[in-house]
Structures are given as C-alpha cells and as structure tokens.
C-alpha cells in the first residue's frame, strides 16, 4: 500500500526518466500517458528547481501521446506508433525515448511492440517503463539508467574498446539535485585536476555518445544509492569496476578522500595525488582565513539541521561539523534510500561528532520533517523551500541547498568539491545576516 | 445525476455461475408483473441478454461507439420477452485496453442519451462480470469476491462509485485544435455542429487535474489531497508549497487491489495535522481507470470527522481540454456549502485603451486566452499597430461573442487553437515572422527563442486596472532594447527538423474519426 505523503518533494518515475532524458542533447523523450504528465514534471519539478528552464524540447515541448478515454478504453498502441512516427519527423533528435505512465501500464499497452517497429524502420528509439505508481524521481533515475545501459546498442563499427581515463560519474540526479549541472562540472574539473576525464552523462555539453560511452569506462564513481543499481549493471555486463562514494564530497577533505580512492583504485601515481591536495587544502585554507572575521562578528558556530537527500546531506553535514566547527544536531535524509544503504548513511552521521548525539531521520512527508525540526529546535536549517515555516517560527536562517528551491534562481552554482563548499559558505553567510537584519527590524 | 430514475440492482459474479441466466429471470417475472425494465449487460463476453432476445444477438454498445461518431439508442437497443429493453455494454477485445474503464464509457453513453429520463424504467437490472482484474466492480464491492453478490444501487453514476462531470467539448461544444479563420467557427457554433479535431503528434499540456488544483488552491482553510501517484500532486510544489496538502503516493499493489484504505489514511493524517474546515479529494487517472471508490470514503469520513469531504472528479483523459478540471473544481465547491465562499471572480475592469504610437506599423502575435485577446487587439490597433494572429488555448460555444468582436476588429484574422503545442506555433511564427509577440510567459519565451522580441503578461495582468498602460510600457521596453532575445535566438539550434518548418502549421490536425 502507498504511504500518504504531505507535502511530496519528489514527483514521480516518470519525471525523473524524464529529467534525465532531457539532460542530454540529443534525446527526445515522447511520454505515452495522459496530457498532464509532462506539464506536471515541469511545473513541479524542473521550475521548482531554482528556476531551471526546461530547455527547447522540455516544458510545454515536450512530445506526449495525450491519450484520451478512447485509448484507454479501446487500447493506445496505435495512438503511439502515430506519436512516434511523427515525432521523428518533426523533432530532430538522436535518439528517442518512449517513457510509459500510469495510464498506459494500466491499460497493458504493448509499447515494446511499437518501439520494435520504429526500430526496424530505423528509427533509434527505445522505450523504458516508468509509470508513477513505481515510485519517485529517483526511481525513474535509476530506471532510465538501467533502459540506457541494456538497450543502446553501439553503432555498427563504432568502437568498443576501454577509453583509459574515463569516469562514469552516477547517482546525481538531473532537476531534484537542484545543484546538479553545477555538482557534474565540478566533480568533472577535480577529476582533471588528476588528469582523468570524467563521463558525466547529463549537462552542458553532453550527448548521446556520452551515453554510448558507459560501456567504455574504466570506472565508475556512485554518488548516492541512485546510482548502484547502473554501477552493478555496468560491472556486470561490461566488467567496469566501481566504488561507492555514497555522496557528494564537500570541501577540499572530502575532496582529498575522493583523490585518494580513486587512486588506489586506478593505482595513480601518489605524488601528484598529495601535490593536488595540499593544493586544495591551502586554497581553503586562505578562504577560510578570510571568512573568520565574519565568523566571530555574526556567530556562525551554530547547532544546526540539514534536510537534503542522500547524495547531498552527508557530504555537508560532513564539512559543516569537521572543517567548519558546526554541530550537526539532526540530519533528515528525503529520498527513502534503501535498507542497507541507510546503515551505511547512518554510520557517516555517526561519526560526525561522536557523543554529540546527532540524530538521523529518514523521512519523506513534510509534516514529520516539520515536527522533528521544531522539536530539535536548531540555530541553522540548511534544507528546502519547504522549510521556510519552521525555519520562520524558530526564527533562525535557512539556507535552501535541497529540492525544492524556489526562492532564488540557480544556474550553475554547486555545493559539490572545494569550489561548491566557498558557493556553501557565502550562502550560509547570506542567510545569516538575513534572519539578523530581520530582528533588527 | 441528481434524481434516480427507477430501482437499480447489479448482479455481480464471475463467470460461469448463471449471472445471466438468473439476471434475466429476474427482468422477465418482473417485466410480466407489469413494470418496465431495462437489463443492461455488462459483460465482455455480451450475451446476458440472448436469452431474452429469444437467441438474438446485440450489437454492443462499445462496438458502435468505436465504428460510429453519433449513436442512437435504437442502434444499440433491442426490446425483448415481455417489453424488457435489452442493452449489452460490450468489451474490448481481451488484453487491450481497459474493460472496466468501457464499461464506464458505455455507462456514460446512456446517461448522454437520456435513456432513463426517456424511458422513464421502473427497474434496471446490470448484469456484471466480476473477475475482470479491474473496472466498475472494484468499485462497487471492493476487491474480488468469489461469491456473487446482489448489489441494490442508487443509480448508474453511484455504481461507478463516482458522480459525472459533463466535458467541455459535449457541454460547450469547446475545441482544442483548430488554425484557420474566424466565420466558419462561428458558423459551426451558431449551427450547434462543431467537429472535434485532434493532433496525430502532441506535446504535453495542461489537463484538468493540473486546472483544478489551480483553482482549489486559492480556497482558504482548505485541505487538499492528492488521490494518485506523487507525480500527479508535482504542480503543488509551485501552486501551494507550504499548503494544507497530501498525495496518496499510490504504488503499484494499490493499482490492483484498490486505494480506499490509504485514501482513509490520507485525509485522516491531514486533518489530524491541519484540522482544514473541509477537505477536497482530487482524483487522477489511476484512481479514475481503477473507478476506487472516492465517494464512499468521503461520505464516511464526512460524518467520522465532521467537516465535508468532497471528490474532485478529475481523470486526466476523458477531456482534451483543461479547463474542465475548472468545471470539476466548481463543481465540488458547490457542494461544499457556505463553508467555502468559492473563489472570486474578479470583476474585469475596463479601462479606456491609452494612446500610443509605439506599435506604428508593427505586426503583432497574441498568445493569450481569447477574452483578453480582444482587448488587446483593440489596445494594439490603437497604438498604430495590426495584428498577425492569435493562438489561444480552447474555444467553445461561450467564447462565440468574443469571435465575432475579433472578426470585427480585424477581419481575416488567422486563429490558432491549441493548450501548449509549441511545435505548431513555431511554425507560424516560423512563416508569419511578426515584429512582436505578446503572450502569456509560458507563450512568450517560445516566441524570445525564435528571436522575436516578446512581451510576457499573464490574463490578470492585463485585465486588472492600469493593466493596459503596464502592457505598453513593456512593448516599449521590448522594442527598445531586443538584446536578450538576440543573444538567445543565436545559439538556439531549432528543435524541430527543417522538414517540420516547410509543413503547414495545423499538418498534425485532423477531424476525429470515432
């Protein structure tokens, strides 16, 4: 049975199938469901991510079958093979994605027949199923993933063999990881910095070969549990080994941990790894000298709350309390990770700030986050939009780093790695002297 | 439905158990009594009423629906032993389709003729298959019983578990596609014969889930719930973020065994929370093709937890045009009494158009529902320019002054009809190459991608008081300084192929065959 959820921070399958479809230059999703999916995902998902616009064939552009009672009475698969022929006549495209809602799974189309078809005219189209009731948009990440990996098969004669040096970067998920472009660019420029060259799928830049190019990898790096399900697949199939970062790096230690496995993975040469480091520890260092004065003068040594998802709250909750001297007094993780990734998460809350009894939660419906924040009652939330009216009837600063973000416009900015820890620091900054001009006035 | 006509009793079973046979005994003795009755067979297999035509077979009412546009109920009916008036609702064929949802489609077919208002029966007796996995008997008796099961009803609509909402196309005659000129949509109103056109390729618009909740959301004190799968509850994270709001969050189990008791849990938590002075259900598509019964739980929970309890009958399907789901919000505002002042229409200002030159001899697109078109064509003429078209989101037969006051102002004015379609106005901006768009934000930003400077007001915008002045003062300013749109246009590689911007506009219309 569904549990009911107040106030859901996530959409569906779907729109996160289609999040990540719409990442990528050159995919065209076609939805196969009722009319409303797709505005859905954009009103809901994509604006409420910091004002992201949804691109040229996203938003109102986006192709969809719009079914109507006649197909779900009498059957929508001839309405989808008409959707699909004439999509690829009229939106240029790479490759095309037939993603299936709840209405036509329900009604039991047969969509793999219909995408067999495009296919054997020569059209590059897949399908994968992503109705609603399968679960969030974290799922449809996964899923899409997973549609990705087993069904793109490589141009005849185009190459198969390892490209040395390139990473798959997983489990950041497109439009709910509001900061998502910004994280990618990032992880991708500290990967350089160790000369590897990652493969971020999603982003500026990217296309399908970027997708094709899974198979190349030499590895991939997982981010949050978003991503295990593709690693897993990859390894499987393609023997690509994988570690599990569990989230984010924030900060130049964490950033300096994320050097230091890979190159025990990839057995890199150990010197430049430590030349790298001491590189980004130094840079932190000087911005951090020149963030004391502000420390001492608006006090930022504050007990605080991080509402995030899993890929994002550790890693923050990890700077704040070991570089920043925060004290981390509740973490609420919103994606409903797995059982036994929530142990592994639980552990990194853990060891924190040992015996300061940092409590974790992992909770989806907005009226626990609300209660379990009042009742901790912190100085600081770093969390969602959602959060304004706690943060507002505790009277403290809240500092919006988890979807949705609806109160400022983000483009490019991350949280992810040294350059995203400076991006967090001058929002907490921000948000501080915020929350005292209003008790001033 | 407001009054039942005549007694209605369903006979539910699986196949095999004499359904049929004791349905149409039952019809006979009381049609030999001397009452009148109809027995309507719900069944795919539709042969519950060959007894009674004495071995005849019926064409079924889904049959018909799917080989003609417009059925009489003498096409569908036959009158058999007794005067029994026999109807046999039909399936699809198995394993396409959704046989409880055409049932529903069957049932809703009746109503529309009028059948018992003109037949005036004493008795309906529905025969029903309960083993389909899904459809109207989930509804009435919870999930499967084996056993049949006598099942007195209130009427058709009750059977479904749902009250019916008359669609914009059958109620107002409204279109959602059409590109053309004006008279002849005026002729096909005043004549009452509008032919409903559809696309063969569509992009993703709003329905009447996302048009409803637009309008529940502005009632104070409310609380909402969101009867689906999350996606469906998505557009609340920007119409009402810190509102009284839940989803149901079905998964797939509650897609086949049904969604009462998590509904229960749903409205029961959010009112714990909340304590809104009534509650709003509004229904999607899983729960619409499942027909999971809504209003019983709501009536239940009306008297457990003292405050109303109103379905909101959205499905997400049954109408191409959106603003039914305003209908569906209006409808359940109705019946939520005094408690809800129901949302204020605002009085709209008619403000003298100001003087202006600043369009002199500029061409001029319209994005914008119809009723403010008309004013801003009057506001664009008058500023010295003329208008090169207009796309609005639907028309229907209340819309036929604002028609003929376009054809006035302007005649030969090209119309566009389409909820979103981006693809189609691309093209006739793409071929008409007008020197200003002025449009709703969500239209705007197409036309500013193509490169044309646009100016972005929404409905309200324009038509409160001062609007018309605010609209000119950003014409100006968009004429002014076009950079952003420049900067915009030069990397835009477009998104549709070039075959696409050679093809008419309206190439993906076509007239509904049913």
């Keep these: 049975m569904g549990l009911p959820l107040e106030a859901s921070r996530s959409g569906c399958a779907l729109h996160g199938a289609l999040y990540a479809a719409l990442a990528v230059k050159g995919v065209v999703p076609i939805i196969h469901s009722t009319s409303g999916c797709g505005i859905q995902s954009c009103l809901g998902g994509t604006t409420c991510s910091g004002w992201s616009g949804t691109g040229l064939i996203g938003g109102s552009a986006i192709p969809s079958s719009n079914i109507s009672e006649k197909q779900v009475v009498f059957g929508g698969t001839s309405r989808l093979r008409e959707q699909i022929k004439n999509t690829v006549k009229v939106v240029s495209g790479d490759l095309y994605v037939v993603l299936s809602g709840c209405s036509t799974e329900m009604v039991g189309d047969d969509i793999p027949a219909m995408v067999r078809e495009a296919r054997e005219q020569g059209f590059p189209v897949i399908n994968i199923a992503t109705p609603g009731f399968r679960g969030s948009v974290y799922r449809g990440y996964e899923l899409f993933l997973k549609g990705i990996i087993s069904q793109l098969e490589p141009a005849v004669g185009s190459p198969v063999h390892p490209i040395p040096g390139l990473i798959n970067i997983l489990g950041i998920v497109p439009t709910q990881d509001v900061f998502w472009e910004g994280n990618l660019d990032e992880i991708a420029s500290l990967l350089a910095r160790i000369d590897l060259r990652a493969n971020s799928l999603f982003g500026y830049g990217t296309t399908v070969e970027g997708l094709h190019d899974l198979r190349r990898a030499q590895l991939s790096l ?101 570089t920043l001297g925060l004290l981390p007094s509740l973490v609420i993780i919103t994606d409903n990770p797995a059982d036994q990734n929530r142990l592994e998460l639980a552990e990194s809350v853990d060891k924190l700030l040992p015996g300061f009894g940092t409590r974790i939660l992992f909770c989806e419906d907005q009226g626990e986050i609300s209660d379990a924040l009042l009742q901790r009652a912190p100085e600081i939330i770093l969390g969602s939009s959602l959060e304004q009216d706690v943060a507002h009837r505790l009277h403290i600063p809240l500092v919006e780093i988890s979807f949705p973000v609806t109160g400022q416009v983000e483009l490019n900015k991350c949280h992810a790695g040294l350059r995203g820890a400076l991006a967090l620091l001058e929002d907490v900054g921000r948000a501080i002297l915020l929350s005292q001009s209003g008790d001033i006035s | 439905m407001s009054e039942t006509i005549g007694k209605h009793i369903a006979i539910y079973g699986k ?73 046999e609702a039909g399936g699809p064929v198995p394993g396409v389709g959704c046989a409880g949802r055409g049932i529903n489609a069957a049932v809703d077919l009746l109503q529309e003729l009028h059948l018992f208002e003109e037949y005036k029966p004493d008795f309906v007796l529905y025969d029903v298959l309960g083993d389909s996995r899904r459809g109207l008997v989930v509804g009435v008796t919870g999930y499967s019983r084996p056993n049949p099961v006598l099942l007195p009803t209130t009427g058709v609509s009750d059977m479904a578990g749902r009250q019916s909402l008359v669609i914009r196309e059958k109620r107002l005659g409204a279109i959602g596609a059409y590109l053309g000129e004006i008279p002849p949509l005026i002729e096909s109103f005043e004549q009452n014969s509008i032919a409903q056109r559809i696309r063969t390729f569509s992009q993703t618009a709003p329905d009447d889930i996302v048009e409803a909740l637009r309008v529940m959301n502005r009632i104070n004190g409310a609380g909402l719930i969101i009867h689906g799968a999350r996606g469906c509850a998505a557009v609340q994270l920007s119409l009402s973020p810190g509102g009284a709001w839940a989803t149901t969050n079905l998964d797939e189990r509650d897609t086949i065994m049904g969604s009462d008791a998590v509904l229960r ?104 529902p119809i009723s403010a078109a008309v004013t801003v064509v009057s506001l664009v003429h008058s500023a ?73 007001a929404t409905t309200e915008e324009i038509l409160k008081c001062g609007g018309l002045q605010h609209l000119l003062r950003q014409t100006h300013k968009a004429l002014a300084n076009p950079a952003f749109v420049r900067r915009l246009a030069r990397d835009v590689t477009p998104p549709y192929t070039d075959a696409w911007y050679r093809r008419s506009p309206d190439w993906h219309i076509k007239l509904e065959v049913k």
């Design chain 1, 222 to 322: 997982v981010f949050s549990p978003w991503g295990l399900d593709a690693a897993r697949e990859l390894e499987a199939r393609f023997g690509i080994p994988w570690i599990n970062l569990n989230f984010l790096p924030v900060g130049a230690e964490e950033s300096a941990r994320l050097f230091e496995t890979v190159a025990e993975a990839l057995i890199l040469n150990l010197e430049r790894i430590n030349r790298v480091n001491d590189d980004l520890r130094k840079r932190e260092g000087h911005f951090l000298n020149k963030l004391a004065d502000a420390y001492y003068i608006q006090g930022w040594q504050l007990e605080c709350a991080i509402v995030a998802d899993s890929s994002t709250a550790p890693g923050i909750a990890t700077f704040l309390a070991k």
């Design chain 2, 15 to 87: 196949g095999g158990i004499g359904k049929s046979t004791t349905t149409s005994n039952i019809s006979a003795s009381l049609a030999a009594a001397g009452y009148r009755v109809i027995q309507i067979g719900c069944d795919p297999k539709s042969d519950s009423t060959t007894i009674l035509l004495g071995g005849n077979d019926l064409p079924t009412v889904l049959d018909t629906l799917r080989e003609q546009s417009k059925v009489r109920l003498e096409d569908i009916s036959a009158v058999g032993f007794g005067g029994v008036l026999c109807i």
């Design chain 2, 265 to 368: 849990k749903a409205i029961i938590a959010l009112y714990s929370r909340h304590h809104p002075r009534v509650i709003f259900v509004v229904a999607t598509p899983v729960v619409a093709i499942n027909n999971d019964d809504i209003r019983s739980v709501a009536t239940e929970l009306s008297d457990e937890l003292d405050i109303p309890v109103i379905p909101v009958i959205c499905d997400g399907f049954r109408s191409r045009i959106a603003a039914t789901g305003y209908d569906a919000a209006k409808q359940a505002i109705l019946k939520s009494g005094p408690l809800v002042d129901g949302e204020q229409r605002q009085e709209i200002e008619q403000t003298a158009s100001p003087v202006s030159t600043v369009l002199n001899g500029k061409r001029v697109y319209l994005g914008l």
């Design chain 2, 384 to 456: 010295g320019g003329t208008i090169a078209g207009i796309s609005v989101d639907h028309i229907d037969a209340g819309h036929l002054d604002d028609l003929k006051a376009l054809q006035q102002l302007q005649p030969g004015i090209v119309l566009h009809v389409a909820g979103g379609q981006p693809f189609e106005e691309a093209g006739l901006l793409h071929r008409i190459k007008p020197e200003l768009y002025l449009g709703t934000p969500e239209r705007a930003v197409w036309a500013a991608r193509a490169g044309i400077p646009a100016v972005a």
